[in-house]
C-alpha cells in the first residue's frame, strides 16, 4: 500500500477529492479533540483510544503510508487540549499510539517549526495481521463525506425539529457506528410502538474483541463504535434489565436530599455560576392532567454527546486524573440521583457547538427484556443546529425522539422552547424529572412558593421540603431540631465548604453561610494523623446551642459528607460539647494514593477504614480538649449575657468572596444584593478574600450590647464559694438581679447540682 502524496507540513484546509473520516481522539477515557483524516483506506471506529506513546526517533526508517490528522473541535476546551495534546508529543519528541484490532495508527507532530500553531497532525497507517473485530476495508458505500456529497443510499428527508432556524443546505453526512443490541427476535416482534420495520438481518452477538466493555456480573457498556451503520434505526441499548433503574434508587433511599445533591454536584463540576432547582407543574398527556416536574438548571459548560453517553451508561473505566475540586467522576451519581427523586428523566445540554438531549426512563423501559436509552445528538453547522450525523444517522435520531416525545411531557415545540433558553452563545444544562417519589397517597417532596404561612422553616422564602421532617439518626444525637435534615433552603446553605454558586430553590436565593466563620471562640487547630495533615476549626454557635446541637461537619473535596458528627463526651451527653461545632475539609485523609476515595457512593457518610477510625479518635480528643480549656469552667455571667460570632462576614453578589466586618456589625442592614464596592468593606472584587490564621484563639470584640454593665458587675460580686469540679459544663439560670443559680452539667459519671448565691 502506498503513501498519499502531500506535503506533511502543509496544512490541509478542504478536502481535495477524497472523503473525511472523523475521529474523536481520547486518553483514559478523557476527550481530546474530535478530528478528521482524509482518504483513510479502511472503516476505522469513531473513537480512537490512546493507548501508549512511543520516541519519534523509531520512525526514521519506517515507511508507513502517511496521513494528515486536522482538528475539528466540538468547543472551546477541545480546540484548547487539541494544542496541549501536540506541544506534549513535540516538547518530548513523542507519537501517540491507538489501535483498532490489528491496525495501529501513529500520531506524531508536525516536523517543521513553521507548523507551531499546529494545525495539523502526521498519521501514519500500520496495518497487521487480520483479525477479529479488525477494521473493515472501505466497502463501496459508507457514510463518509467525499466530495461534499454523501455516499449513501438513504434519502435524507427528516427533518431537524429541534434547532433556530431553516437547516444548512449541505451538511456533511457522517459515517456512524453502533454497537449491537443483542436484542433477542421475540422482543422485536412484540414490540409494535417502537419496533423497526426495516430490519431485517437478525442481531449477532458483540464480539469478545469488540471495544464493547463488559464487566461480569454487571452492565455492559455498549460503546457507540462497533458496527457499519445501515439505514434502519439504531436502538440506543445497554444490555441491563429495566429493574436496575430502581436498585440504583436505593442508594438515597435513606434521605432523598442525597439525590439532589448529586445534582447539584454536576453542576458545580461544570463550573455553573447559577443554579435554579424548583417544582413546576406541567401537563401529561399520558396522565392527561398536570403533574409535578422537578427542573435543575444551570449555566455550565454543557455536555458534548461523549460526555453525556459517559452519563447515562453503566460501567465506564476509572479515569486516571482528576481535579483537585471535582466530586463527581463517572456519572453514577446522576442516575443513582435522578431515579430516587422520580421514575423519568430528560437532559437538555449545550455546548458551544453541539447539543443532546437524553432520556432516561423507568416508564419507557417497562416491559422490556433490556435497557433503552434514547439520545439524540444535533452539531452547530454554521447558524443552525443539525442532526450530528457524525455519531447517529436521522433514522435513529427520528426513533429516540419519537420515544422521547411519546412517554414524556415534551414534544418538539416544548424541547426546542426549553432549548431555547440557552440562547445561541449560551452553554448549561436542564434536568426535567417527574413521576416523582411517592410518600403514602402524597409525594415525598413538598414544596412552596415562599409564603410566610406556607414555610415553617424559612419565613417568606421558597424551599423544598422533605415531608416526614424526620431528623437523621445519628449517635448521640437527642435534638428534633435540625433543619438542614428536611429543608433543601438549609442544606444548601452549608453543603458546600467555600460556596460560589448562585443558588436558587423555588425562586429564592439561597444564603449560603461559610460555617467555620459563624463561630465563637474560634480556634484553628492543626494535627497530623497517619503521617497527613488536617486542619479543624472548632467554635461555638449560638443558634446550634439553643438547637441543643453540636458535632462536627466533615467535607471532602469542599463538599459536605457528614453533619453533626458528634465525638468524644459529645456521644455520650446532651450537655457535654452542646453548641460547639467543628469543620474539617478532610480530602487529603480520604482520598489514598491509588487513586480511590474511602466515601461512599451516596457521599453521605465514608467506609469503615483504618484512616477514619483514627480520624475519629483525633476528633474526639481535639474536641474533648476545646470542651475543657473553654467552657468546662465554672463561670458567673449574667443570664442576658449572649454568645455572637468572632467576626460578622457577607457574600459579594458578583465575585461570591466572603468580606470580614467588624465584630458586632449588624448584617441585617445590608442589602440582599452586597458587592465589594459598598460599605462598610468599601473595596474591589479582586482583592483576595481574607483567611483566619491557623493556631489562633479569636475572641469577639463584642460578646453582648451590654459589655460595660456586666464588667462592673463582675467587679464587685463575689462568690461565697468557689468550686471546681473535674469536667463540668455551667448553665446559667437568671432568677432575679441578687440570686443566680449554677447547674453543673458533669459527665454521667460524675453528676451533681450546686447552688451559688451571689452576695
Not at 526517533?57 to 519506517?62: I, L, S, V
Not at 454527546?305 to 483537585?324: C, L, N, V
Not at 497530623?528 to 446541637?549: F, H
Not at 465575585?655 to 465589594?676: I, S, V
Request: aromatic content about 8%; charged content about 25%.
Amino acid at each position: 500500500m502506498g503513501s498519499v502524496t502531500f506535503d506533511l507540513n502543509e496544512q490541509q484546509h478542504e478536502n481535495r477529492g477524497g472523503s473525511f473520516n472523523y475521529v474523536l481522539l481520547q486518553k483514559d477515557c478523557k476527550n481530546i479533540c474530535r478530528t478528521k483524516v482524509c482518504d483513510l483506506p479502511i472503516e476505522v471506529p469513531f473513537i480512537w483510544s490512546i493507548i501508549s506513546f512511543m520516541p519519534t526517533k523509531a520512525y526514521q526508517k519506517r515507511d508507513l503510508p502517511k496521513f494528515s490528522l486536522l482538528p475539528d473541535p466540538e468547543d472551546g476546551h477541545q480546540n484548547s487540549e487539541w494544542g496541549k495534546f501536540l506541544r506534549f508529543l513535540s516538547d518530548n519528541k513523542k507519537a501517540a499510539i491507538a489501535r483498532c484490532g490489528s491496525s495501529t495508527f501513529h500520531i506524531l507532530p508536525p516536523q517543521s517549526e513553521e507548523c507551531s500553531n499546529f494545525s495539523h497532525a502526521v498519521l501514519l497507517y500500520e496495518c497487521g495481521r487480520s483479525g477479529p473485530g479488525d477494521c473493515n476495508q472501505m466497502a463501496g458505500t459508507s457514510g463518509r463525506h467525499v466530495n461534499g456529497t454523501a455516499v449513501n443510499s438513504s434519502k435524507r428527508s427528516y427533518k431537524s425539529e429541534v434547532q433556530y432556524g431553516l437547516r444548512n443546505s449541505k451538511p456533511p453526512y457522517f459515517k456512524e457506528e453502533i454497537c449491537d443490541s443483542g436484542l433477542n427476535a421475540k422482543e422485536m416482534e412484540t414490540s409494535p410502538k417502537h419496533r423497526n420495520p426495516q430490519v431485517t438481518e437478525p442481531h449477532r452477538p458483540v464480539p469478545e474483541s469488540s471495544p464493547c466493555e463488559s464487566v461480569e456480573d454487571s452492565p455492559r457498556v455498549l460503546n457507540p463504535a462497533v458496527q457499519k451503520r445501515t439505514a434502519s434505526p439504531a436502538k440506543s441499548f445497554i444490555v441491563a434489565d429495566p429493574s436496575y433503574l430502581r436498585t440504583l434508587s436505593q442508594t438515597h433511599a435513606s434521605w432523598i436530599f442525597g439525590a439532589i445533591a448529586e445534582l447539584v454536584d454536576n453542576s458545580r463540576d461544570a463550573g455553573a455560576s447559577r443554579l435554579n432547582i424548583s417544582v413546576e407543574s406541567l401537563f401529561s398527556k399520558k396522565a392527561q392532567r398536570k403533574i409535578p416536574v422537578l427542573s435543575v438548571i444551570d449555566d455550565g459548560h454543557g455536555m458534548t454527546y461523549a460526555d453525556m453517553m459517559r452519563m447515562i451508561s453503566f460501567g465506564h473505566k476509572r479515569p486516571t486524573d482528576h481535579r483537585e475540586d471535582q466530586i463527581g467522576r463517572f456519572g453514577i451519581g446522576f442516575k443513582t440521583g435522578a431515579m430516587k427523586l422520580g421514575k423519568d428523566a430528560i437532559v437538555l445540554t449545550q455546548t458551544l457547538s453541539s447539543r443532546s438531549v437524553a432520556f432516561l426512563s423507568q416508564s419507557f423501559n417497562e416491559g422490556k427484556d433490556n435497557l433503552e436509552i434514547p439520545v439524540v445528538a444535533y452539531r452547530k453547522e454554521g447558524q443552525y443546529m443539525e442532526v450530528d450525523l457524525s455519531v447517529q444517522s436521522e433514522a435513529t435520531a427520528e426513533y429516540n425522539l419519537n420515544a422521547i416525545k411519546e412517554f414524556s411531557s415534551f414534544n418538539e415545540y416544548f424541547i426546542g422552547e426549553k432549548l431555547g433558553l440557552f440562547g445561541e452563545e449560551r452553554t448549561g444544562t436542564q434536568i426535567y424529572i417527574w413521576n416523582l417519589d411517592r410518600w403514602g397517597n402524597d409525594y415525598t417532596l413538598e414544596w412552596n412558593s415562599g409564603k410566610s404561612s406556607e414555610n415553617p422553616v424559612h419565613s417568606g422564602r421558597g424551599d423544598i421540603l422533605i415531608r416526614s421532617r424526620r431528623v437523621r439518626s445519628r449517635p448521640g444525637q437527642t435534638s428534633n431540631k435540625v433543619p438542614l435534615d428536611y429543608s433543601l433552603q438549609s442544606y444548601l446553605e452549608v453543603m458546600f465548604l467555600n460556596p460560589r454558586m448562585k443558588i436558587s430553590v423555588q425562586g429564592s436565593l439561597v444564603k449560603t453561610r461559610p460555617l467555620a466563620k459563624t463561630l465563637n471562640k474560634t480556634s484553628v487547630i492543626s494535627g497530623e494523623i497517619m503521617g497527613r495533615t488536617i486542619v479543624l476549626t472548632l467554635g461555638r454557635s449560638k443558634v446550634e446551642w439553643d438547637r441543643t446541637n453540636c458535632g462536627i461537619f466533615l467535607y471532602w473535596h469542599g463538599r459536605l459528607i457528614e453533619s453533626y458528627k458528634r465525638v468524644g463526651g459529645q456521644k455520650h451527653s446532651a450537655d457535654v460539647g452542646r453548641g460547639v461545632i467543628g469543620v474539617a475539609d478532610i480530602t487529603n485523609l480520604i482520598d489514598d494514593g491509588d487513586d480511590n476515595s474511602w466515601v461512599l457512593n451516596s457521599k453521605q457518610g465514608f467506609q469503615d477504614c483504618e484512616m477514619y477510625a483514627k480520624l475519629e479518635e483525633w476528633l474526639g480528643k481535639k474536641v474533648d480538649e476545646y470542651w475543657d480549656t473553654h467552657f468546662d469552667n465554672l463561670e458567673l455571667r449574667k443570664g442576658d449575657e449572649r454568645h455572637k460570632p468572632d467576626s460578622e462576614w457577607v457574600q459579594c453578589y458578583s465575585c461570591r468572596k466572603w468580606r470580614m466586618l467588624n465584630a458586632g456589625f449588624n448584617t441585617n442592614t445590608l442589602p440582599e444584593e452586597w458587592f465589594c464596592y459598598m460599605p462598610p468593606f468599601n473595596g474591589k472584587c479582586e482583592v483576595p478574600e481574607q483567611q483566619m490564621g491557623r493556631g489562633i484563639i479569636v475572641i469577639g470584640e463584642k460578646r453582648s450590647g451590654h459589655d460595660e454593665q456586666n464588667r462592673t458587675a463582675r467587679q464587685g460580686e463575689t462568690p461565697k464559694k468557689e468550686m471546681r469540679p473535674e469536667s463540668l459544663e455551667a448553665e446559667k439560670i437568671t432568677q432575679d438581679d441578687g440570686d443566680t443559680k449554677m447547674i453543673l452539667n458533669v459527665r454521667p459519671h460524675k453528676q451533681r447540682m450546686v447552688r451559688l448565691v451571689l452576695l
